[in-house]
């Protein structure tokens, strides 16, 4: 049988007549003319939980926007702000306002009144999809009751009492507070359709492990994987250096909560070897950045910190000079710095100068043999390569990042990545040569995206070293694409005091993005239209009050990195960007940095935005004009050949 009637044959299964056939063709015509659903973009979450689920919640203040589009003319700004306030704080929100009523006629009041402006919203947040998809995304408990409400049509009067008497029965059951609570958690589903995640959700932040367990539950999801994602992701498939790595940041940013809470790896025997190896605290480099606003440290606290970071940053150097030895493709030997000390007067030399070391401790490193481990090291990374790749936490939100994860996405027109495209100086792309094949461009990107996934999948086999290596190259390789820098100068920030050896030189992408015949070519290489087409990046923060312009090339490149770490904010003087692409066009959201929760709940302040114009449509775009147009075009062809099939007798039709 030819393979074309074979896949109508099982086609037929699912559409096994006519009738069936027709009634499916006319429902994806039908589709194709629907308004283009919502699209959000974010990057660079850092761990700030609490940021990005109320950027989430609000949909970059999406749900504002529909609040203010029905009803502007009818209700006050105050009125507004409360009612946006329960939609993204349900819960909370409800208990305040209702500690306010005296009366229960006055709850009663209050809760047909909120209902009904929350069934309004609802109905126009689900106007844009089917009945059919609608449904899927109404809660279980509800899911009739809410049905039958999003059909009411005022132009009819008939069935007034019957709806009236649907919200009588839910306040009269004490059913109010629940039944607030579902249609608000579908408002916040109904006004975006699909969530892009531009990369780093771990690091600095104390959260990612709650970020990762939200975006588990969203609805519709991709991740494009980030330099901190792949760090965490090479830690998972038993990267020792990149476990050091990870360890040395948690430590330095007081996160290691995160390691022992939320993921259960023991860290016992890494702090007994730091506290016994390290017993003095000498000079500051490794002092950790505490959070002012966390309550206050104990000096006990600091000072295991900085001898953890310091004891793993040692372990980290041995281990990366071991990953450039197996390595010389990598080309990286300038970053083996051990061998370059000299421990008796206290000093390294770098590029022929010779510079004070400002901490002499390296009680672990023979200066005949500085890369190798210590016994006592080697246990210490055994014992932690074990617990990282048997954590059972870790694996879950790793393997949730592989399978929804990659290192690009082209969606909708539009060029998805975290970092860069390393490029030469003259603009053309710079290669990486591994076992004589040379990988540059989007070549580039889909070896390491295959390297990441074989070191994952095969993380309890032997032999997978290549490509633990290459996932730690991505970390600080000269021609990685998430990294995006000539080098990583960790051990000069941590012992030299002269600033000048701490420059770490960027990729000329990030100078070349600007121009637009760039990044033309970088949409052509991955094979994205020219004439719609937009790379939408994050990774680097947008340093605003310097007047620096996350629109570039004239509006072909956004830099979207979200400005979530407080780390950040001081340098870039706001909360970064989100974007949102609608049936109108892209517009990006520039956001002031969030206060708390709670300020949110108890005084309504929501993230100041700015939103600007990037792309207006003309015509406003449909369902026909996105990838998933195109998958309905060709599900339509697929279904008129079968069609065609019955009428012609080819296949019988099952009756």
Known sequence: MPSDK???KLLSSEFPNIAATTTEIINLEAILNLPKATEHFVSDIHGEY????????????????KIREIFYNRLSQKEMNTLATLIYYPKEKIQLILKECETQEEINDWYRVTLSRLIELCVFAASKYTRSKVRKALPQEFAYIIEELLSKDDKFLNKDAYYNEIISSIIALDRGQEFVVAISQLIQRLVVDHLHVLGDIYDRGPYPAKIVDRLMKHHSLDIQWGNHDILWMGAASGSAVCIANVLRISARYDNLEIIEDAYGISLRQLLTFAETTYPERKGSCFEPKLDPDKPPYYEEEARQLAKIQQAIAVIQFKLEAQSIRRNPDFQMEHRMLLDKIDYEKGTITLDGVEYELDNTDFPTIDPKDPYSLTPEEQAVMDRLVYAFTYSEKLQLHVSFLINNGSMYLVYNDNLLYHGCVPLEEDGSFMALELGGKKYAGKALFDMFDEAIRKGFLNRKRQNTTKYL???????TGPVSPLFGKGKMTTFERYYIKDKTTHKENKNPYYRLRENEDTVLAILEEFGVSAQNGHIINGHTPVKEKAGEDPIKANGRLLV???????????????GGYTLLNNSYGMQLVAHQPFSSKKDAIMNESDIISTRRVVDLELERKKVADTDTGKKLCEQIEDLKDLLRAYREGELKEKI
């Open 6 to 8: 074979k896949y109508l």
């Open 50 to 65: 609490e940021a990005f689920q109320h950027v989430l919640r609000n949909g970059s203040g999406n749900i504002k926007e």
């Open 469 to 475: 290596d290459l996932i730690w190259y991505l970390w």
């Open 560 to 574: 979207i990195d979200g400005g979530y770490s407080k780390a950040y904010q001081e340098t870039t003087g706001l």
